[in-house]
């Protein structure tokens, strides 16, 4: 089964899975096909977690995130009016060194089966023989218009004759083909070293950008042990620092857990109030606690323990809700020191994958890499760039997230599986930025506390909180006017917001019968195939 955002990119999974490769060998397909067929958010220029977990339990996770350039400073993006300006956003400036092709390749040497060459070979052809633009694409580069008309190289590819593309239109990508040949040729060196580290040199030199070859140079992926909690019996295996995306739900589901919320009843007042409580607490301790473990000490089993949740949840009136400005984070005591897109993979052995990557922004910092065809991040917008200072989410963040040479950025990308007496209960992961947790936690709880089946768990309208801005967001045709009216009463500021709240993509498995289901997230046309 493969469970992804476009369907382009679950074929080629699927193909992959049919000639016998493994889930991770589709993966990694999928990877490289979304960055040809889904520019918007698949790619090579930026970065990610994959999650992988074999039959036998052994899980790990590839950490692809990007990382500040050697020649980055804590107040680069600080003007001299002490105001953060949109460089973190728009520009080379913007770009942490990428990581995807670093992760991507380094899952398939140490834990697929095939050859670089034959799973990228879907990307490659497709980005020579061109696919045919959807409305999704037209609509995604209509709302960046303004942003990547200051970037030819960016022009150049995504108009024809002065315009944008449009459906119907046929997108061709040969620099982008050659960039791919490379990486199929020469593996991590096709893309660090040699004539893609190069371009990227040249093009970091003409818009002004610091990233150097060096940079590129040491860029290396890192595996990890995920963070690993339970939630009424089922344990949730997720994506470690630097995503704070496993941390928090876990801390989030331990603080709802010593509620009785199915009693309550779904989407009833009482139990919106008590996990909108909860995540308010969670994104304060985010913002206190949580950076590249590299660089600080992070207490991470103290802030997911079943004690310091306990804590949390004394704070919480279940009459009234909390004003974030007099909710701070909590004192863990432990023993040791908008663009984005999620998709799951799984092969006939039992080997489940569950990747999020990202440009951060649609078409992330608008700069596509001159000659070779593929767009950089803005990954650089996830440090806190002035203590206090929202980033694009609206997340705040202090000492612990702040901008050093080589510094992963924290993130909240939530690549996670849930499992019930050690078997494989539910794939899972979202895009959507700081919504990213909430909306894994509520498909999550959607299923084992409101026992909703695993597409009616993805669809179901959703929520946020994230502590600031202290907004209660919810998706139109979330809450009937009087559930609206009794949060209020509870002192919560709600809002009902534009879009959607994240997009979830989901595998689930009926160990018992044997069955797996896909599950894609219909809000965003997500495309689940399986033989
Ligand atoms: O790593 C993060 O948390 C963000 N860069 C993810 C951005 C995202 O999900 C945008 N998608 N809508």
């Known amino acids: 089964m493969v469970v992804s955002a476009d369907r382009l990119a679950s074929e080629a999974g699927l193909d992959i ?83 995807t092709v670093a992760g991507l390749l380094k899952a398939l040497h140490d834990y697929g089966t095939m050859s670089a060459r034959d799973v990228l070979r879907p990307a490659v052809e497709l980005s020579k023989n061109g696919f045919v633009v959807d409305r999704r694409l037209e609509r995604s580069l209509e709302s960046c218009k303004s942003d990547m008309s200051g970037f030819p190289s960016t022009m150049s590819i995504f108009t024809r004759n002065g315009t944008l593309l449009k459906e119907g239109d046929t997108l061709r990508q040969p620099d982008l083909a050659a960039t791919l040949s490379r990486i199929q040729e020469k593996g991590v060196e096709g893309f660090y070293k040699g004539e893609t580290a190069r371009l990227i040199a040249e093009e970091m030199h003409r818009g002004g950008g610091i990233m150097t070859l060096k940079d590129l140079e040491d860029y290396q992926a890192i595996v990890r042990e995920p963070v690993r909690g339970s939630y009424r019996g089922y344990e949730i295996v997720s994506a470690p620092l630097p995503s704070s995306g496993g941390l928090c739900v876990l801390e989030i589901l331990n603080i709802m857990e010593g509620y009785d919320l199915a009693s309550m009843g779904w989407h009833s007042s009482g139990s919106v109030h008590l996990m909108a409580e909860s995540m308010r607490r969670v994104y304060a301790d985010r913002a206190e606690f949580m950076g590249d473990p590299r660089y600080v000490e992070v207490p991470v089993s103290a802030l997911i323990s079943k004690h310091y949740a306990g804590e949390r949840r004394r704070e919480i009136d279940p009459a009234r809700a909390a004003d974030s400005t007099s909710v701070r984070h909590g004192s863990p005591q432990g023993n040791e020191g908008r663009h984005t897109t999620h998709y799951c993979t799984v092969d006939a052995s039992g080997t489940i994958v569950s990747t999020t990557y990202t440009l951060n922004d649609l078409f992330g910092c608008k700069v596509v890499v001159g000659g070779s065809g593929f767009l950089l991040n803005d990954e650089m917008d996830d440090f806190s760039a002035k203590p206090g200072v929202p980033n694009a989410y609206g997340l705040i963040g202090g000492d612990a997230n702040a901008i050093a040479p080589g510094k992963r950025p924290l993130s909240s990308m939530t690549p996670t599986i849930v499992l019930k007496d050690s078997r494989p209960f539910l794939a899972l992961g979202a895009r959507g930025g700081s919504k990213i947790i909430t909306a894994v936690v509520q498909a999550i709880s959607n299923v084992i506390d409101f026992g909703m089946g695993p597409q009616e768990a993805v669809d179901a309208p959703r929520f946020h909180h994230q502590w600031m801005p202290d907004t209660l967001v919810y998706e139109k045709f979330c809450f009937p006017r009087d559930v609206i009216q009794n949060l209020e009463q509870k002192g919560h500021r709600l809002n009902e917001s534009d879009g959607p709240l994240g997009e979830l993509e989901a595998i689930a498995f009926d160990s018992s019968q044997g069955w797996i289901y896909g599950a894609p997230d219909s809000r965003e046309g997500g495309v689940a195939l399986g033989y």
Do not use: C, Q, W
């Open 17 to 99: 899975l049919k000639k016998g490769g493994s889930a991770v060998d589709a993966a990694v397909a999928v990877g490289f096909v979304l960055a040809v067929v889904f520019p918007e958010a698949g790619n090579i220029g930026g970065g990610g977690f994959m999650l992988i977990r074999k039959k036998g339990g052994e899980a790990v996770v590839i950490d692809f995130r990007e990382r500040a350039p050697g020649a980055s400073r804590r107040t680069m993006y600080v003007d001299s009016a002490g105001n953060v300006t949109d460089k973190t956003l728009i520009g080379h400036l913007a770009a942490g060194v990428p990581g």
